[in-house]
Structures are given as C-alpha cells and as structure tokens.
C-alpha cells in the first residue's frame, strides 16, 4: 500500500495527497525519463554526457596552457582543466535545461497535481548520470596522467554537496520565473557562457588580481571548483575562509529559492 | 454519507488576454499619462489589466460515491471547476477541500513520452499519479489488458494512435486506486466499443464508493452515469438537482437558442447543379403556424418552396431528419408519395407532413434534396436545413413506450411464457 497522507473520510485543502515515498518515485521516473528521452535514438548514447567536458578540455588546453601560457599548479593542464570542467557542466547544463523544465512539462502541470519541484529536481537529478559518466572517465585520465587520489580526496564529498545544492537553488529559482517572464531563458543563457570565465575553470584562483577577488569570493562555484582541484587533483587542504563564506551563501540561497518557489508554484498552471 | 469534496465561496479569477510584455508595461505608463489608459485600443495590446472571473462564489458539496454530472456551455467554468478539485490551480478567494485521492483525467496520457515503450509509459504515468512501483507491478496486466494493448506493450508510444494513446491513459488513471475521480469530455476519444467499457468502469467506481466528477457535452451519458447534474453558466452554479431534470432544462435552454438564429439556413452548404432550387424552407404545425419547437408526438408539416429554371421531368425531392449528435433518423421521398406531376417548371411547393411525430426530446435539423428522376444526380442538397427541437418535459407520446434513452417512442408489447422444461444450460 502507498502511503497516503490524505484519508479518504477527511476533509482537507492541502494539496500534497501521498507521503514522501511516492513523491520520491515520481521523481525517480521523471529523471528516468528525461534521461531516456535524450539519449534515445542515438547511436553514441550516454556518451555525449563524457564528449562535452572532453572537448572543451582539449580546447582549453590549447588556448590557456599552450598559447595563454596559463599555470596549472604543476599538474598536467588537462587534468586541472578537466577536474573543474565535470562539475561546471554539471551546474551549467541543469540551469540550462532545468529553466525550461516547467514549460516543457507545461502538459502535466497543467493537468495534474503533484509536488512542482519534482519538474527541475528530476532536471538536476538527470545530469546526475552524466557528471557519474565524465567523473569515470576522470579516473581513467588520472591512471593515464599517473596521478594518484591522496587522503584529502575524502573532502570531495563535501563539494559535490555544495555543487548540487547550489545547482538546485539556482535551477529552482529561473525555472519558476520563467514561468512567468520568457525572458529569463536567453538571460540565463547569456550568463552561463560569461560565469564560465568569471569562475576558475580555465585557471587557478591565484591568477586573478587581487582587485578582482571580491567577485570571486561571492560567486559559490569559485570555492566548489577550487575545492574539487584542491581536493582530487592537488591534495591539498581546502581555502577553509572561502568554503565557508560559500556554503553560507549557498544555504541561504537554497533556503530562500525553495521559499519562493513553494510561494510562486501556486500559480503556474494560471500563467504557463 | 460523508462529504467527499466541498466547495466554500470559491471564486476563481484569471488574466485575460496576451501577457504584457515590458514593452506593454512601458505602454501602459504613457497611455495613463496621456489620460488613455482605458480605451479599448489599449486593453487590446495588453496595456490594461482586464481579468475574468472563471467562477464566481461556486458552493458545492459532493457526497462520496456520488456521480455528478457537470454541465454548460463552453467557458462556463466546468474545467476551473475540475482544476480546482484537482489542485493543479488554486481559487483566488473561497476554500476547496477535498477527501482522499484525486485522480484527474482532464487529458488523457497527458504524463505519457513518446519515446518511452507503453510499459515505461504505464509506469511513468502511474506513478504521476501516485502509485508506488510494487502497486504497478501488480495491477500491470489489468492496466494494459483493460487498454487491449497487449501487442503493442513494448512499442515506442509514437508509433500508436491517438486513440491507443487515450485508451492508455485511461486505463492507467483508473487502475491507480482514486478517491475521486475527475473527468473532462475525455470519452470523446477513442472508439465505440471502448467508450462503453470506459462508461462501465466508471460505473463500477461509483459502485466501489468512490466519488466521480464528470463533464460531458454528451447528455445521454452524462444521465446514463451521474444522479445529480450541476449546470454551470458564466461561473455560477445555473442549477443543481437530479440528473434528468437538469438536463431537459438545459437541453431545451440550449435548443431555444439555437433555434433562434436559422434564418441563413438554407445558403451554406449546398450543392447539386442548381437546376432546381430550394427557395424557402418553413416548419408549420397542423393549422399552419410556423413553429421549431413540439411536443413529442405533436404534428410537424415541412414546407418547401422550389423554384426550377428549365423543365424537369419526375424529380424526386427528399426532406429528412437528422438528429445533431447520433445522425439520420427518417428519410422520406417523393418518388414514393408519388403526389407529383410528371414534370416540373418554374416554382412550386413541396408540402411533407409528418403526424404523431414519436421523437425523443432533442435538437434535429432538417436535410433536402431534389434529385434526377433515376436518381443519378442531385439539382440541390441542403445538409443544413432548418432546425427544430423536441421539447422534454417527461410527458411523452401518449400511448407509445418512452425510456429515457433513445430517439424515437414506439409502440411496444412484451410478453412472458414460463418454460415448460428447465432451460438447457448450453
């Protein structure tokens, strides 16, 4: 039996109808879904999820390391690249999609009632499987590098926490007004294109002038993708001043994107 | 028995028109300054606020394991109303509760992918519906049984028809252990054969004690399945009451003003050669008052004026009835009556009358033809000739049997023989 909140002899206004398991479920075949759909019909499948950081390292590693001349902190240039590249396309890949996720569902939010943050979680949660995918083949480039994890790899965890929780925050947050206002698709996708260079991917944090820093320390990804390097790729403590700042900041934003999206999720079906 | 859904005050009010853009915002501001604000102009490119209110103070209490029906005109508020129930919006003032699980079938396989298999499908769907994995895995073969798409389970959905794809979805809503069930016109779809059985597990629903919510332009089912009907006009509740009271009234609501506006009835849709036309088409009653409104069983007499431009030789005019929804129901023809001369020229008038007409209250409309004299090639076609209305009021045709279902009364005996020997039970 499912468990359900609402008894069929009471009287009740409140919307949700069954307990968390149920809802948990539907997000798992959402996700299922959305995962499905886009790696059906297509011959290479999943491993689309691996060519895009890969590419995109290879080019990084001609512009910044060969021609740019841009450190790496002793580490091959295309493992430092790519240990940043696997989380920034995890964030920017679910923002991307995930602000359009409830109008593309437009048909069963219009249609039936069920938690709405299902719709940008099972967004976030799909590009779960592809940031699995290129973390795999991260291992593979290390054995090829000969670099090995060292124990503070054990703080990686933390990061891919904030990663997510940040993501969800942000993905929540212009998905709902996207509802609303159209505009902020193509703003969304402006800003992804310009944020991966304001967050060091290309380059280390230590290569940015010091009368640029306050723009990097507001910005959660600087301390998430310097955390990733610190941790997988240097072995080496985290920027404890900086992580903590952005997990401050991240739990803020996260708090505050949920308040809202559970204040606005009310009137989707009126403007979708 | 206990309320199973219950609405308090609810008001429901929406934004009409194209959502204003910035470019609109900035608009309106000058349109204000320029003292323009509420010309008409300006309301139509978005630069004022104008809403619409969906319901208006809607009160209704449903008792669980009731049917009812829900009727009106399109934009009377019937779906605000399922929405509502369902939670997919909420009211802008009033409270709407409800008991239990609700299951909305507003549109069919609406959670459905097209590239997934109908098995994915059924699980996907399901599940937005709330059933757990383990209840799917159970209640699958009904699920798929029930829909007939046992071949085509592990198809990609695009490949089926759009009737497949409701019978699906039908089929998973009402295997996912609703409460209240909510239906919207969704029997339009599919065949024949699966709107009875459709009809049928909504009845064994109702039967199970659960609570069914049901809006349908069709009155013939919407009486066959719900005993209480509530009207809804211009978001209000009109009526409220048992089924087949509500609905004849609507019914001759509707027909009166339909008949209303029938005076372009003869120039669209016609045909033939035009060697014959057609110049008027009145409906008397017997002394000859025009009329488009009887008494079942009342007289109705066809008056048709024809105009002929050459000389034609033993044409053949028919006038038939058609009822709106179902189609033809009597098709009557000169050639037979033989009341005619051999040939025809210039105008003339074609009187057919029908007495005692047993029909069943609903709207009909008329269909005539002249044809050749073998009946090769038609001078004229009217599909849509004037309309009348068989008014409801429960009296019937006096001597003649008169169920609720049906088009026409007719006269009926049953008879009973108890069997000599025991039945063979073959």
């Given at each position: ?22 809802y ?35 080019v ?10 841009i450190?790496?902190?002793?580490v091959?240039?295309?493992i ?74 054990a ?23 996207n ?5 902020v698709n ?47 790729v ?13 997990s ?16 606005m ?8 | ?17 194209r ?25 139509s ?24 029906g ?19 919006t ?10 239990g ?7 069919l ?24 994995r ?26 089926y ?61 919407v009486?066959?399945?719900c005993?209480?009907?509530?009207w ?25 003003a ?79 009556a ?14 057919c ?9 609903r ?34 045709v ?29």
């Open positions: 039996m499912s468990v359900a909140l609402a008894n069929p002899g009471v009287l009740t206004d409140r919307a949700e109808r069954l307990g968390a398991p149920a948990f479920e539907l997000l798992m075949n959402l996700t299922r879904r959305e995962v499905r759909g886009r790696y059906s019909q297509s011959l290479f499948g999943i491993g689309w999820a691996i060519a895009q950081p890969l590419a995109t390292m290879a990084f590693t001609l512009v910044f390391s060969r021609l740019g001349q450190p790496s902190g002793g091959p240039y295309p430092f690249a790519y240990a940043a590249l696997v989380p920034w396309f995890f964030f920017s890949n679910s923002v991307s999609s995930g602000t359009l996720s409830l109008v593309t569902y437009r048909n069963i939010v219009t249609k039936t009632y069920f938690p709405r943050e299902i719709v940008p979680l099972a967004q976030v949660c799909s590009r779960l499987i592809d940031f699995s995918a290129a973390a795999a083949l991260y291992t593979v480039l290390m054995a090829y590098y000969g670099i090995a994890l060292g124990r503070w790899a703080m990686a965890p933390l990061f891919f926490v904030l990663l997510v929780l940040f993501t969800v925050a942000v993905t929540m947050t212009t998905s709902a007004v509802v609303f206002y159209r505009d193509p703003v969304v996708q402006i800003a992804l294109q310009l944020w991966l260079y304001l967050t060091p991917v290309a380059y280390p944090l230590s290569a940015v002038p010091a009368r640029f820093r306050l723009l990097f320390v507001v910005n959660p990804l600087t301390a998430i993708v310097e955390g990733f390097r610190a941790s997988i240097f072995n080496r403590p985290p920027d404890w001043s900086l992580v903590s700042i952005s401050a900041i991240i739990l803020v934003l996260f708090i505050a994107a949920f308040t809202m999206f559970k204040y999720d009310k009137y989707f079906a009126d403007v979708i | 028995m206990p309320a199973s859904v219950r609405l308090d005050r609810v008001s429901k009010r929406y934004r009409a028109g959502s204003r853009t910035f470019v609109d915002l900035i608009g309106s501001r000058i349109d204000s300054v320029r003292g323009q604000s509420r010309d008409v102009q300006s309301a490119r978005g630069r004022v606020d104008s809403t619409i209110w969906a319901l208006r103070d809607v009160d209704l209490e449903v008792a669980q394991g009731a049917a009812l829900i009727i009106g005109r399109n934009g009377a508020g019937k779906t605000t109303l399922l929405k509502l129930i369902s939670r997919v909420w009211p802008t003032s009033g409270t709407v509760r409800v008991a699980h609700v299951v909305s079938l507003i549109e396989g609406a959670g459905f992918h097209p590239e997934l298999t109908g098995r994915e499908n059924v699980y996907l769907g399901a599940g937005l519906f709330g059933l757990r383990r209840e799917i895995d159970r209640c699958f073969d009904d699920i798929v049984q029930f829909a007939d798409v046992e071949r085509l389970i592990d198809t990609p959905m695009k490949r028809s759009s009737g497949l794809y409701a019978r699906l979805g039908f089929s998973v809503a009402i295997f996912s252990r609703p409460d209240v069930v909510l239906v919207d016109e969704v029997l339009a779809v599919g065949d024949a054969a699966f709107r009875r059985r459709a009809l049928e597990a909504l009845r064994r629903l109702i039967g199970e004690g659960k609570t069914v919510l049901f809006i349908s332009h069709d009155m013939w089912n009486r066959r399945l005993d209480q009907i509530v809804m006009e211009d978001g209000r509740v009109r009526a409220q009451g048992p089924a087949g009271e509500v609905a004849e009234r609507y019914l001759n609501e509707v027909n009166l339909a008949l209303e506006n029938r005076a372009t009835a003869l120039q669209s849709h016609r045909g033939g050669t035009g060697e014959v036309r057609y110049t008027d088409v009145d409906l008397v009653d017997d002394v000859g008052r025009p009329t488009s409104m009887i008494e079942p069983g009342d007289s109705l007499v066809v008056r048709a004026g024809y105009r002929a431009e050459h000389p034609v030789p033993n044409p053949v005019f028919r006038i038939a009835i058609v009822d709106v929804d179902t189609g033809l129901v009597v098709s009557t023809a000169t050639s037979k033989a009341a005619l001369p051999d040939r025809i020229d210039g105008g003339g008038l074609v009187e009358r029908f007495p005692r007409l047993p029909l069943r209250p709207q009909y409309v008329l269909r005539l033809s002249i044809a050749d004299q073998h009946d090769l090639g038609s001078y004229d076609v009217v599909t849509a000739g004037p309309r009348f209305a068989v008014r409801g009021g429960g009296r019937g006096d001597g003649l049997a008169d169920e609720d279902d049906g088009l026409v009364s007719l006269p009926f005996e049953f008879a009973h023989r108890a069997a000599a020997v025991s039945v063979n039970p073959r």
